[in-house]
């Protein structure tokens, strides 16, 4: 199970990079996959580069925390940022946005960091663990 729940993690944190990038680099582009229209143009466009830096740094900072072997930490941060998909989904369904990629997408994203999130807690650290000390 700690071997299905470090790979999901590392995914859970590549994604947000992934999608990041394509909301910097080419919002236009990646924008009808999020699920509201129309999409902004002119000065609202910043938008994209708003959301492709937030997606960033979401999966930086929980790929972070994993690679530092804080595993409850990240356990914890996941289910935090578990937010910003289920608010994602509320967005879509709240400016007429499919229904299907409200709930396809943004609610099962949220769905799977918290399952993440709880198998990351539930963790009890093994014998090979290093135990922190503290000062």
Known sequence: MRRFT??????????PLTFGAQFLFAGHTAAPSFG?????T????GYFAVKGIRDIVIGLNLLTLFALGQRRATGVLMGVTALIPIVDMITVLSHG???ATAFGIHGLTA?????????LLRERRTA????AVHS
């Open 6 to 15: 470090t790979v999901l993690t590392v995914l859970l944190g590549v994604f």
């Open 111 to 119: 769905l799977v960091m918290l399952v993440d999130a709880f198998l």
């Open 36 to 40: 509201i229209d129309p999409w902004p």
């Open 97 to 99: 946005g499919p229904a």
């Open 42 to 45: 002119g000065v609202a466009a």
């Open 128 to 131: 090979d663990q290093p135990v």
